[in-house]
Structures are given as structure tokens and as C-alpha cells.
């Protein structure tokens, strides 16, 4: 498919109309890429990041995903040869800065990272990690409370729960 090789940025200036009217015009892709292609792009156009190529990549997967994944297996999905380590790890912090990616946990001593429009400013949705297969599910519709500070003097910002145990294919 030509849509990564055209280098495209989104300008600002320009009307929500040109970019459909932009993305419409690549034949043979399918609908559902060019859905999330121009999400990627309102979503990064919304946190006021340039539309790079990678951006909107990793953006993709991520989306495609619904789940934490790490920086090797985001370099696998996103499928390009010329997307290095370190364009992606430059890319992940980018996105990370401007709040549109969290960091969900470390596993395997990867972190892995997802979308950040499931959480709060507060806290992140829990995880659940099944300790037999080691599938993570999003329990994006439990929210915890907060846990109060242990102690004097120390003041919590964000909370992130993990759960491990069975999922149901595994009990
Ligand atoms: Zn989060
Ligand atoms: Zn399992
Ligand atoms: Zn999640």
C-alpha cells in the first residue's frame, strides 16, 4: 500500500473536509484503515503533535490492538522494515508527553504501552494478566478508588492496578 510511503503531515489550517476528502482518495485501501488513519490524525491533531508517519502508525496499532503491547511487538504490527528501535522509542515518548499513550506496566522487563482514552487523570483502568496463557485484558469498566497515602509526606498522583490470575480459557 502507497499510504506509508506518501509523506504526509496534517496542517493545522486545514479543514476537517480536505483531510476525508485526502484519505478517500487512496484506492484499494480498506475502510476500516482509513477509519482509524484519520483518527490517529484527529487524535494527534487534538494534542497539537505533528501527523509524522510513525505517529500515526503506532497510533494504528495501538488502536487495532485494545491492549498494552510492547516496543518490539508494536515494531512488529507496525509491519515497516525502515521503523527502527529508536524511531519508535522517540515516537512512544512524543506520544507519551503529550498524555496520548500511558505506560500500563512492565512485563518481562518490557514496559507496554496503550492508548490513554480508557483512563482518567488520575489513575489508569486495571489490567488483569492471566498467570497461565499470560493474556492481558483491559478491565476498562472497573474503576477502583483511590488508595489513600500510607504515610505523612507522601502524596499520591496516579494510581495503576494490576490483577493477576486466571482468565476463563485457562481456569
Ligand atoms: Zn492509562
Ligand atoms: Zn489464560
Ligand atoms: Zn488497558
Known amino acids: ?3 506509508t510511503t506518501n509523506k504526509q503531515s496534517c496542517d493545522h489550517k ?12 487512496f484506492a484499494g485501501v480498506k475502510m476500516a484503515n482509513l477509519n482509524l488513519d484519520a483518527q490517529a490524525r484527529k487524535m494527534l491533531k487534538a494534542a497539537k503533535l505533528y501527523c509524522t508517519a510513525g505517529r500515526v502508525a503506532i497510533l494504528k496499532v495501538l488502536m487495532e490492538a485494545g491492549k498494552p503491547l510492547s516496543q518490539d511487538q508494536i515494531a512488529r ?16 515518548e512524543s506520544l507519551l508527553g503529550v498524555g496520548l499513550v500511558h505506560k500500563a506496566f512492565m512485563d518481562k522487563r518490557a514496559w507496554h504501552f496503550e492508548l490513554a482514552h480508557n483512563c482518567t487523570e488520575s489513575q489508569c483502568h486495571p489490567h488483569f494478566t492471566c498467570t ?3 493474556d492481558t485484558y483491559c ?7 483511590m488508595a489513600k497515602s500510607p504515610h505523612k509526606g507522601f502524596v499520591i498522583q496516579r494510581q495503576q492496578v494490576r490483577l493477576e490470575g486466571l482468565c476463563p480459557a485457562c481456569v
Open 77 to 92: 504490527q507496525s509491519g515497516k522494515k525502515h521503523f527502527d528501535k529508536v524511531t519508535i522509542y522517540r515516537t512512544l
Open 132 to 134: 497461565s496463557c499470560g
Open 1 to 3: 500500500m502507497p499510504i
Open 14 to 25: 486545514k479543514s476537517q473536509s480536505h483531510i476525508h476528502k485526502e484519505a478517500a482518495g
Open 139 to 145: 478491565l476498562t469498566e472497573i474503576s477502583l478508588p
